[in-house]
Protein backbone atom coordinates (compact mmCIF):
# COMPACT_ATOMS: atom_id res chain seq x y z
CA UNK A 1 0.00 0.00 0.00
CA UNK A 2 1.52 3.31 -0.87
CA UNK A 3 -0.54 5.54 1.79
CA UNK A 4 0.30 4.92 5.29
CA UNK A 5 -1.35 2.14 7.65
CA UNK A 6 0.90 3.05 10.44
CA UNK A 7 1.64 6.46 12.27
CA UNK A 8 5.41 6.33 13.53
CA UNK A 9 7.14 9.00 15.72
CA UNK A 10 10.32 8.40 13.19
CA UNK A 11 8.78 9.27 10.56
CA UNK A 12 9.14 12.89 11.06
CA UNK A 13 11.50 14.68 8.58
CA UNK A 14 13.60 17.27 9.61
CA UNK A 15 12.86 20.12 6.31
CA UNK A 16 15.80 21.97 4.52
CA UNK A 17 14.04 25.12 5.52
CA UNK A 18 14.60 24.40 9.26
CA UNK A 19 10.94 23.36 10.43
CA UNK A 20 10.02 20.08 11.05
CA UNK A 21 6.54 18.96 9.66
CA UNK A 22 5.22 15.44 10.49
CA UNK A 23 5.70 12.91 7.81
CA UNK A 24 3.93 9.74 8.09
CA UNK A 25 5.44 6.70 6.77
CA UNK A 26 4.02 5.00 3.69
CA UNK A 27 3.42 1.64 3.03
CA UNK A 28 2.46 -0.20 -0.24
CA UNK A 29 0.05 -3.39 -0.17
CA UNK A 30 1.66 -6.14 -1.78
CA UNK A 31 -0.39 -7.10 -4.82
CA UNK A 32 -1.52 -10.38 -5.38
CA UNK A 33 0.35 -13.58 -7.38
CA UNK A 34 3.45 -13.80 -8.37
CA UNK A 35 5.58 -10.54 -9.92
CA UNK A 36 5.51 -9.89 -13.48
CA UNK A 37 8.55 -9.86 -15.15
CA UNK A 38 10.77 -6.66 -15.43
CA UNK A 39 8.51 -4.63 -17.25
CA UNK A 40 5.63 -4.99 -15.62
CA UNK A 41 4.21 -7.82 -17.95
CA UNK A 42 0.82 -9.79 -17.68
CA UNK A 43 1.08 -11.72 -14.06
CA UNK A 44 0.65 -15.40 -14.96
CA UNK A 45 -1.91 -15.91 -11.77
CA UNK A 46 -4.34 -13.96 -9.67
CA UNK A 47 -4.34 -15.02 -6.22
CA UNK A 48 -6.15 -13.26 -3.35
CA UNK A 49 -3.99 -11.50 -0.77
CA UNK A 50 -5.38 -11.58 2.75
CA UNK A 51 -3.42 -8.13 3.80
CA UNK A 52 -6.05 -5.58 5.33
CA UNK A 53 -6.38 -2.46 2.81
CA UNK A 54 -6.82 1.06 4.65
CA UNK A 55 -8.04 3.89 2.27
CA UNK A 56 -9.68 5.95 4.49
CA UNK A 57 -9.03 8.65 7.51
CA UNK A 58 -10.83 6.26 9.94
CA UNK A 59 -8.65 3.57 9.20
CA UNK A 60 -5.20 5.78 8.97
CA UNK A 61 -4.95 8.70 11.20
CA UNK A 62 -1.84 9.68 9.75
CA UNK A 63 -4.04 11.16 6.89
CA UNK A 64 -5.68 13.74 8.93
CA UNK A 65 -1.93 15.16 9.46
CA UNK A 66 -1.09 14.42 5.46
CA UNK A 67 -3.47 15.85 4.04
CA UNK A 68 -3.30 19.58 5.75
CA UNK A 69 -0.66 20.70 3.85
CA UNK A 70 -2.26 20.36 0.66
CA UNK A 71 -5.57 22.56 1.95
CA UNK A 72 -5.08 26.10 1.09
CA UNK A 73 -5.23 28.55 4.02
CA UNK A 74 -6.66 32.05 5.02
CA UNK A 75 -2.38 32.86 4.71
CA UNK A 76 -2.01 31.76 1.29
CA UNK A 77 -5.02 33.38 0.06
CA UNK A 78 -3.61 36.66 0.97
CA UNK A 79 -0.50 35.91 -0.29
CA UNK A 80 -2.06 34.86 -3.45
CA UNK A 81 -4.18 38.35 -3.68
CA UNK A 82 -0.76 40.30 -2.50
CA UNK A 83 0.64 38.70 -5.82
CA UNK A 84 -2.63 38.74 -7.89
CA UNK A 85 -0.98 36.26 -10.12
CA UNK A 86 -5.00 34.91 -10.15
CA UNK A 87 -6.25 38.76 -11.45
CA UNK A 88 -7.09 39.36 -7.89
CA UNK A 89 -10.25 37.33 -8.49
CA UNK A 90 -9.85 34.58 -6.00
CA UNK A 91 -11.20 34.53 -2.62
CA UNK A 92 -11.03 31.69 0.00
CA UNK A 93 -14.76 31.25 -0.37
CA UNK A 94 -15.07 31.18 -4.28
CA UNK A 95 -12.35 28.51 -3.87
CA UNK A 96 -14.13 26.23 -1.28
CA UNK A 97 -17.19 26.57 -2.83
CA UNK A 98 -16.30 24.07 -5.54
CA UNK A 99 -16.79 26.40 -8.40
CA UNK A 100 -14.53 25.16 -10.87
CA UNK A 101 -15.42 22.50 -13.40
CA UNK A 102 -13.18 20.12 -15.64
CA UNK A 103 -12.47 21.95 -19.21
CA UNK A 104 -9.93 19.34 -20.22
CA UNK A 105 -10.57 16.50 -23.25
CA UNK A 106 -9.83 13.07 -21.35
CA UNK A 107 -9.81 9.48 -22.66
CA UNK A 108 -11.25 6.45 -20.36
CA UNK A 109 -10.55 3.13 -19.94
CA UNK A 110 -11.71 -0.12 -18.21
CA UNK A 111 -15.33 0.40 -17.99
CA UNK A 112 -16.83 -0.19 -14.36
CA UNK A 113 -20.42 0.30 -13.60
CA UNK A 114 -21.81 3.88 -15.01
CA UNK A 115 -18.33 4.85 -15.56
CA UNK A 116 -14.44 4.42 -15.65
CA UNK A 117 -11.78 3.02 -13.49
CA UNK A 118 -8.75 4.88 -15.48
CA UNK A 119 -8.58 8.19 -17.56
CA UNK A 120 -6.20 10.07 -18.99
CA UNK A 121 -5.87 13.33 -20.68
CA UNK A 122 -5.68 14.10 -24.09
CA UNK A 123 -3.95 17.58 -23.47
CA UNK A 124 -1.57 18.99 -20.73
CA UNK A 125 -3.24 20.26 -17.12
CA UNK A 126 0.27 21.93 -16.22
CA UNK A 127 1.68 23.64 -19.12
CA UNK A 128 5.37 22.97 -19.97
CA UNK A 129 6.97 26.15 -17.53
CA UNK A 130 5.01 25.00 -15.23
CA UNK A 131 6.22 21.02 -15.41
CA UNK A 132 9.77 22.47 -15.66
CA UNK A 133 9.67 24.79 -12.30
CA UNK A 134 8.28 21.72 -10.65
CA UNK A 135 11.27 19.74 -12.01
CA UNK A 136 13.60 22.58 -11.43
CA UNK A 137 12.48 23.04 -7.65
CA UNK A 138 12.98 19.00 -7.04
CA UNK A 139 16.25 18.66 -8.24
CA UNK A 140 17.36 21.89 -6.44
CA UNK A 141 15.93 20.46 -3.18
CA UNK A 142 17.55 17.06 -3.83
CA UNK A 143 20.99 18.69 -4.41
CA UNK A 144 20.41 19.38 -0.92
CA UNK A 145 18.83 16.89 0.87
CA UNK A 146 18.94 14.23 -1.02
CA UNK A 147 15.85 12.03 -3.22
CA UNK A 148 14.00 9.82 -0.54
CA UNK A 149 14.10 5.82 -1.25
CA UNK A 150 12.18 4.75 1.58
CA UNK A 151 8.98 6.30 2.36
CA UNK A 152 6.53 3.65 0.40
CA UNK A 153 7.31 0.40 2.24
CA UNK A 154 7.50 -2.53 -0.30
CA UNK A 155 7.68 -0.51 -3.11
CA UNK A 156 9.49 2.74 -2.47
CA UNK A 157 9.70 5.12 -5.12
CA UNK A 158 12.85 7.68 -5.86
CA UNK A 159 10.58 10.91 -4.93
CA UNK A 160 10.67 13.98 -2.96
CA UNK A 161 7.61 14.81 -0.87
CA UNK A 162 6.01 18.29 -2.01
CA UNK A 163 5.49 19.43 1.48
CA UNK A 164 9.82 19.91 0.93
CA UNK A 165 8.69 21.74 -2.46
CA UNK A 166 7.52 25.02 -0.98
CA UNK A 167 6.76 26.69 -4.27
CA UNK A 168 5.71 23.52 -6.24
CA UNK A 169 3.34 22.82 -2.90
CA UNK A 170 1.92 26.43 -3.51
CA UNK A 171 1.36 25.72 -6.76
CA UNK A 172 -0.56 22.71 -6.21
CA UNK A 173 -2.62 23.84 -3.92
CA UNK A 174 -4.37 26.13 -5.92
CA UNK A 175 -4.32 23.69 -9.02
CA UNK A 176 -6.12 20.79 -6.93
CA UNK A 177 -8.78 23.39 -6.79
CA UNK A 178 -9.24 24.79 -10.02
CA UNK A 179 -7.90 21.62 -12.32
CA UNK A 180 -7.44 18.65 -10.46
CA UNK A 181 -10.15 18.13 -7.82
CA UNK A 182 -12.89 19.26 -11.03
CA UNK A 183 -11.25 16.96 -13.34
CA UNK A 184 -11.41 13.94 -10.72
CA UNK A 185 -15.12 14.84 -9.94
CA UNK A 186 -15.88 14.52 -13.74
CA UNK A 187 -14.38 11.22 -14.27
CA UNK A 188 -15.19 9.59 -10.89
CA UNK A 189 -18.08 11.39 -9.81
CA UNK A 190 -20.73 8.78 -10.65
CA UNK A 191 -19.22 6.23 -7.79
CA UNK A 192 -18.33 8.83 -5.14
CA UNK A 193 -21.33 9.88 -2.70
CA UNK A 194 -20.08 13.40 -2.25
CA UNK A 195 -17.57 13.98 -5.17
CA UNK A 196 -16.67 17.21 -3.20
CA UNK A 197 -14.32 15.50 -0.26
CA UNK A 198 -11.62 14.53 -2.64
CA UNK A 199 -8.69 15.40 -0.34
CA UNK A 200 -4.76 14.58 -1.74
CA UNK A 201 -3.35 12.73 1.45
CA UNK A 202 0.23 11.77 -0.26
CA UNK A 203 2.00 14.03 -3.07
CA UNK A 204 5.23 13.39 -4.25
CA UNK A 205 7.78 14.29 -7.11
CA UNK A 206 9.24 10.46 -8.94
CA UNK A 207 12.37 10.55 -10.50
CA UNK A 208 13.09 7.53 -12.94
CA UNK A 209 16.20 7.17 -14.27
CA UNK A 210 17.55 4.79 -16.43
CA UNK A 211 21.46 4.97 -16.06
CA UNK A 212 21.45 5.29 -12.48
CA UNK A 213 18.72 4.71 -9.80
CA UNK A 214 15.25 3.65 -9.92
CA UNK A 215 14.32 2.64 -13.49
CA UNK A 216 10.49 1.34 -13.05
CA UNK A 217 7.50 0.22 -9.82
CA UNK A 218 6.42 -2.91 -9.54
CA UNK A 219 3.35 -3.34 -9.82
CA UNK A 220 1.19 -2.73 -6.25
CA UNK A 221 -2.01 -0.87 -5.51
CA UNK A 222 -1.99 2.64 -3.98
CA UNK A 223 -3.37 2.75 -0.12
CA UNK A 224 -6.05 5.70 -1.24
CA UNK A 225 -9.28 6.09 -2.98
CA UNK A 226 -7.81 7.53 -6.39
CA UNK A 227 -4.57 7.90 -8.06
CA UNK A 228 -3.12 10.11 -10.22
CA UNK A 229 0.52 11.10 -12.27
CA UNK A 230 0.56 13.82 -13.98
CA UNK A 231 4.44 13.69 -16.39
CA UNK A 232 6.68 16.48 -15.65
CA UNK A 233 9.04 16.10 -18.82
CA UNK A 234 8.61 15.32 -22.16
CA UNK A 235 7.96 11.69 -23.73
CA UNK A 236 10.88 12.57 -26.06
CA UNK A 237 13.43 12.16 -23.06
CA UNK A 238 12.73 8.51 -22.58
CA UNK A 239 11.95 5.73 -23.82
CA UNK A 240 9.61 3.32 -22.02
CA UNK A 241 7.73 4.34 -19.39
CA UNK A 242 3.93 5.18 -18.75
CA UNK A 243 1.49 3.34 -15.97
CA UNK A 244 1.29 -0.37 -16.63
CA UNK A 245 -1.77 -1.82 -15.33
CA UNK A 246 -2.69 -5.83 -15.25
CA UNK A 247 -6.64 -5.25 -17.13
CA UNK A 248 -4.84 -3.70 -19.94
CA UNK A 249 -1.49 -5.38 -20.14
CA UNK A 250 -0.01 -2.22 -21.02
CA UNK A 251 1.34 1.03 -20.21
CA UNK A 252 -0.82 3.87 -20.55
CA UNK A 253 1.39 6.91 -21.73
CA UNK A 254 0.65 10.47 -21.59
CA UNK A 255 3.33 13.50 -22.60
CA UNK A 256 4.41 16.19 -20.96
CA UNK A 257 2.02 18.03 -18.17
CA UNK A 258 -0.74 15.45 -19.15
CA UNK A 259 -2.53 13.36 -16.09
CA UNK A 260 -3.89 9.72 -15.66
CA UNK A 261 -6.27 9.24 -13.36
CA UNK A 262 -7.30 5.41 -11.98
CA UNK A 263 -9.00 3.85 -8.91
CA UNK A 264 -5.81 3.37 -6.16
CA UNK A 265 -7.03 -0.51 -6.57
CA UNK A 266 -6.42 -1.15 -9.72
CA UNK A 267 -3.07 -3.23 -9.63
CA UNK A 268 -0.57 -0.82 -11.71
CA UNK A 269 3.24 -0.17 -11.88
CA UNK A 270 5.75 2.05 -13.54
CA UNK A 271 6.27 0.23 -16.75
CA UNK A 272 10.50 0.65 -16.97
CA UNK A 273 12.33 3.18 -19.05
CA UNK A 274 15.43 2.12 -21.07
CA UNK A 275 17.01 5.94 -21.60
CA UNK A 276 16.73 8.84 -20.24
CA UNK A 277 14.68 10.24 -17.72
CA UNK A 278 10.87 10.16 -16.24
CA UNK A 279 9.79 12.67 -13.95
CA UNK A 280 6.41 12.20 -12.50
CA UNK A 281 4.35 14.17 -9.85
CA UNK A 282 2.24 11.58 -8.56
CA UNK A 283 -0.82 11.84 -5.87
CA UNK A 284 -2.78 9.71 -3.27
CA UNK A 285 -6.80 11.15 -2.63
CA UNK A 286 -9.16 10.06 -0.38
CA UNK A 287 -12.91 10.90 0.20
CA UNK A 288 -13.00 12.65 3.66
CA UNK A 289 -15.89 11.59 5.81
CA UNK A 290 -16.54 8.34 3.45
CA UNK A 291 -14.60 5.71 5.27
CA UNK A 292 -17.07 2.61 4.51
CA UNK A 293 -17.55 3.70 1.25
CA UNK A 294 -13.86 4.46 0.80
CA UNK A 295 -13.51 0.82 1.64
CA UNK A 296 -16.07 -1.02 -0.05
CA UNK A 297 -15.32 0.99 -3.15
CA UNK A 298 -11.63 0.11 -3.08
CA UNK A 299 -12.32 -3.67 -2.50
CA UNK A 300 -14.90 -4.12 -5.18
CA UNK A 301 -12.30 -2.88 -7.65
CA UNK A 302 -10.12 -5.08 -5.97
CA UNK A 303 -11.48 -8.23 -6.52
CA UNK A 304 -12.92 -7.35 -10.20
O1 LIG B 1 5.34 5.45 -12.72
C1 LIG B 1 4.12 5.43 -12.82
O2 LIG B 1 3.52 5.76 -13.84
C2 LIG B 1 3.29 4.93 -11.66
C3 LIG B 1 3.71 5.48 -10.33
C4 LIG B 1 2.91 4.87 -9.23
O3 LIG B 1 2.12 4.00 -9.41
C5 LIG B 1 3.08 5.33 -7.86
O4 LIG B 1 3.97 6.17 -7.61
O5 LIG B 1 2.35 4.84 -7.00
FE1 LIG C 1 0.89 3.60 -7.62
Not at 35 to 53: D, E, G, I, V, Y
Not at 87 to 97: A, C, D, F
Request: aromatic content about 12%.
Amino acid sequence: MRISRLWLASGFLQSSFGFQFPHPLFERIQHEGSFPTANCQRQKQRTHSTTTLWVSELHVPAYAESKLPFILTEEDMQQLQQSNIHGGQLTLQRLQEQTYTANIDYESLIPYQDGFLLHKTIVPIFNAHECQQIIDEAEFIASQIEWTRNRHGNYPTTDLPLVELPQTLKFLKVALVQRIYPLLRSQFGMFLPDPNKLRLADGFVVKYDADQGQKELKPHRDGSVLSFNIALNPASEFEGGGTWFASLDAAVKIDQGEIVSHSSALLHGGHGITSGKRYILVGFVILEEYAPFSMRFYNQVRNL
